[in-house]
């Protein structure tokens, strides 16, 4: 998939979710995208995948595209950005999720930023 129509499924897709939820999430954006599925995120949520890069479609690059288009958007939206932290689920001591293969704390920040209106 380009670049260009990368772009147009970010936009689409973020505004059927901002109409629906009144915020975007990095998570529910890969999921309307199909790059994730729902089932792949509770299995993260739970500890059963260590990283949500893992699993999710796409190379790194396309999921970098993802992320800076949606941080795009969102500002061309005047959206407030809210870092939003993850913790796993289940059973046993709840522990902060990693998003990326790297842990780099730029791109976790990048993945857990929701968007929110103002």
Same mark, same amino acid.
């Given at each position: 998939?380009?670049?260009?129509?990368? !772009?147009? %499924?970010? %936009?689409?897709?973020? #505004?059927?979710?901002?109409? !629906?939820?009144?915020?975007?999430?990095?998570? @529910? $954006? $890969?999921? %309307?995208? @199909?790059?994730? #599925?729902?089932?792949?995120? !509770?299995?993260?949520? /739970?500890?059963?995948?260590?990283?949500? !890069?893992?699993?999710?479609?796409?190379?790194?690059?396309?999921?970098?595209? *993802? /992320?800076? #288009?949606?941080?795009?958007?969102?500002?061309?939206?005047? $959206?407030? &950005?809210?870092?939003?932290?993850?913790?796993?689920?289940?059973?046993? &001591?709840?522990?902060?999720?990693?998003?990326?293969?790297?842990? *780099?704390?730029?791109?976790?920040?990048?993945?857990? #930023?929701?968007?929110?209106?103002?």
């Amino acid at each position: 998939m380009s670049q260009k129509k990368i !772009e147009q %499924r970010v %936009r689409a897709k973020a #505004t059927e979710l901002l109409m !629906e939820k009144g915020y975007i999430s990095p998570v @529910d $954006l $890969l999921v %309307r995208m @199909d790059r994730l #599925t729902p089932k792949q995120v !509770e299995d993260w949520r /739970l500890k059963r995948i260590p990283y949500l !890069e893992r699993v999710a479609v796409g190379g790194l690059g396309k999921m970098n595209h *993802i /992320l800076k #288009t949606l941080k795009k958007f969102a500002q061309e939206q005047n $959206l407030k &950005p809210s870092t939003t932290v993850y913790k796993s689920g289940g059973k046993g &001591p709840k522990k902060q999720l990693q998003f990326s293969k790297s842990g *780099i704390p730029y791109m976790e920040e990048q993945y857990s #930023t929701h968007y929110v209106r103002r």
